[in-house]
């Protein structure tokens, strides 16, 4: 099937009359879409290969992290990888940075294990980051690994395997510093541990106490200020179902006593419990936290971000804060039930969406109704706009950033899975 494409004079005279319905309300569409195009959210590397690495074919997943489907087209090298990120990011407006993980690193025919890594494993990357004009965050890979077999890392019992984990969390911090030199831009370094149990535990207590030394080890030594560190938390996952040692608790704590930022992801808290609030809490107490885009579904299933009422509290969220310095935005979701190009496009898209529509609220006007406690009226108007024709303001965006209007993409996205995808 051929997508229509929407022509220029269509998508200008379609934006001319959306402009005209916002300036209603003081709403200066062009500088919201100067600004839109500023804001980099960090694409994950991680949905073009199922979360597989190149460390080894036989690695099989674990962590909790499952990737269900086999569609064709599966990045197998380094290469193909970077290929298909390329051609994801041309189909995506705005500003583009990619999120590594360490068991993305190419040993050169050579294995290297996690915790002997260094930069020079990421020389391509660094190349690649440098010809495209893109920045790169990284993440300790602290799963898919024997060493990680027994559910527990960093807060190990055995000395050996801690350790192991330890230096991981060490070399990682080396490598970001060098991403952050190399590319002379600020770098997210993200840990997430898978560590919990299944069942009743009865000795969580000196669990988190080697989990807490661990980092503290890791982080002991002072780094290039550009790299920005993080620590994630999480409810649950497959395996760890009754106790994780990195809680939400937990790290809010650490971070808040070791000035780390928290990472917030969209799928680690309670089924029907959302993020949007806990942004105004913890940034009283921390400089910045780290967002993971995505839309779990029962569980945290890592499905595909689309534009819901989820995400889009977030984004307004983030506007209604003026919190854009304070907040860093990442995608995190694999599906391997379809093509990999488009759930990296969708995904990042409906992100950009969301903050644009949040972007196109009367936010100070919002806030002066409810501080005179005029509530009808407010409410009427957050009503109002959700039918304002904000995808008129989005297709010039894309316009403006040399990038398909519309459905449009999906034809370059096809043509792409049909000569180069199927061919694998």
Same mark, same amino acid.
């Given at each position: 099937?051929n997508y229509?494409?929407?022509?220029?004079?269509?998508?200008e005279?379609a934006?001319k009359?959306a402009?005209?319905?916002?300036?209603?309300?003081?709403?200066?569409t062009?500088?919201?879409?100067?600004?839109?195009?500023?804001?980099?959210?960090?694409?994950h590397?991680w949905?073009?290969?199922?979360?597989?690495?190149?460390e080894?074919?036989?690695?099989?997943?674990?962590?909790?992290?499952?990737?269900?489907?086999?569609?064709p087209?599966?990045a197998h090298?380094?290469e193909?990888?970077?290929?298909?990120?390329?051609?994801?990011?041309?189909?995506?407006?705005?500003?583009h940075?990619?999120?590594l993980?360490?068991?993305?690193r190419e040993d050169?025919?050579k294995?290297?294990?996690r915790? *002997?890594?260094?930069?020079?494993?990421f !020389?391509?990357?660094?190349?690649? #980051? /440098? +010809?495209?004009?893109?920045?790169?965050?990284?993440?300790?890979?602290?799963f898919?690994?024997p060493k990680?077999?027994?559910?527990?890392t960093?807060?190990?019992?055995?000395?050996?395997?801690?350790?192991?984990?330890i230096?991981?969390?060490k070399?990682?911090?080396e490598?970001?510093?060098a991403?952050?030199?190399?590319?002379?831009?600020?770098?997210?370094?993200s840990?997430?541990i898978?560590?919990?149990?299944?069942?009743?535990?009865?000795?969580?207590w000196d *669990?988190r106490k080697?989990?807490?030394e !661990?980092?503290?080890e890791i982080? #002991? /030594? +002072?780094?290039?200020?550009?790299?920005?560190?993080?620590v994630?938390?999480?409810?649950?996952?497959?395996?760890?179902?009754e106790f994780?040692?990195?809680?939400?608790?937990?790290?809010?704590?650490?971070?808040i006593?070791?000035?780390k930022?928290l990472?917030?992801?969209m799928g680690?808290?309670?089924?029907?419990?959302?993020?949007h609030?806990k942004?105004?809490?913890?940034?009283?107490?921390?400089?910045?936290?780290l967002?993971?885009?995505?839309r779990?579904i029962?569980?945290?299933?890592?499905h595909?971000?689309i534009?819901?009422?989820?995400?889009?509290?977030?984004?307004r969220?983030i506007?209604?804060?003026?919190?854009?310095d304070?907040?860093?935005?990442a995608?995190d979701?694999f599906d391997?039930?379809?093509c990999?190009?488009?759930?990296?496009v969708?995904?990042?898209?409906a992100?950009q969406?969301?903050?644009?529509?949040?972007?196109l609220?009367?936010?100070?006007?919002?806030?002066?109704?409810?501080?005179?406690?005029?509530?009808?009226e407010k409410?009427?108007l957050?009503?109002?706009f959700k039918t304002?024709?904000?995808?008129a303001?989005?297709?010039?965006?894309?316009?403006q950033?040399?990038t398909?209007?519309?459905?449009?993409?999906?034809n370059?996205?096809?043509?792409?899975?049909?000569n180069?995808?199927?061919k694998r």
């Amino acid at each position: 099937m051929n997508y229509p494409s929407i022509t220029k004079e269509t998508t200008e005279q379609a934006y001319k009359q959306a402009q005209a319905r916002y300036s209603d309300f003081d709403i200066d569409t062009e500088s919201i879409l100067a600004k839109l195009a500023t804001i980099p959210i960090s694409m994950h590397c991680w949905q073009g290969d199922d979360v597989g690495g190149f460390e080894s074919p036989d690695t099989a997943l674990s962590g909790g992290i499952m990737a269900t489907g086999n569609h064709p087209g599966k990045a197998h090298t380094p290469e193909e990888l970077r290929t298909d990120i390329e051609m994801a990011m041309s189909l995506i407006p705005g500003a583009h940075r990619l999120n590594l993980h360490a068991l993305y690193r190419e040993d050169g025919g050579k294995f290297v294990d996690r915790d *002997a890594i260094d930069a020079s494993h990421f !020389s391509s990357w660094i190349d690649w #980051a /440098k +010809e495209k004009k893109i920045g790169i965050d990284f993440n300790p890979s602290f799963f898919s690994h024997p060493k990680a077999a027994s559910g527990m890392t960093l807060s190990s019992p055995d000395d050996g395997i801690r350790n192991f984990w330890i230096e991981h969390g060490k070399r990682s911090r080396e490598i970001a510093a060098a991403f952050a030199e190399a590319l002379n831009e600020p770098v997210v370094n993200s840990f997430w541990i898978p560590d919990g149990t299944k069942d009743l535990t009865v000795d969580r207590w000196d *669990a988190r106490k080697r989990l807490t030394e !661990s980092y503290d080890e890791i982080f #002991a /030594k +002072e780094f290039d200020p550009r790299v920005k560190e993080a620590v994630e938390c999480k409810l649950f996952g497959i395996g760890s179902e009754e106790f994780v040692v990195g809680s939400h608790e937990f790290y809010m704590g650490y971070a808040i006593t070791r000035n780390k930022m928290l990472c917030l992801d969209m799928g680690h808290f309670h089924p029907t419990e959302t993020i949007h609030d806990k942004l105004s809490a913890m940034l009283n107490f921390i400089p910045e936290v780290l967002i993971h885009v995505s839309r779990p579904i029962r569980w945290d299933s890592d499905h595909v971000v689309i534009l819901n009422d989820n995400l889009l509290d977030l984004a307004r969220e983030i506007v209604r804060g003026d919190a854009f310095d304070r907040v860093n935005i990442a995608t995190d979701f694999f599906d391997a039930s379809i093509c990999r190009i488009g759930a990296w496009v969708i995904g990042l898209r409906a992100t950009q969406q969301a903050l644009l529509q949040a972007m196109l609220e009367p936010t100070d006007l919002l806030k002066q109704l409810e501080r005179e406690n005029r509530g009808a009226e407010k409410l009427a108007l957050m009503e109002s706009f959700k039918t304002l024709p904000m995808g008129a303001v989005w297709d010039q965006f894309c316009l403006q950033q040399n990038t398909p209007v519309g459905a449009a993409w999906l034809n370059d996205m096809t043509k792409y899975e049909n000569n180069v995808l199927a061919k694998r």
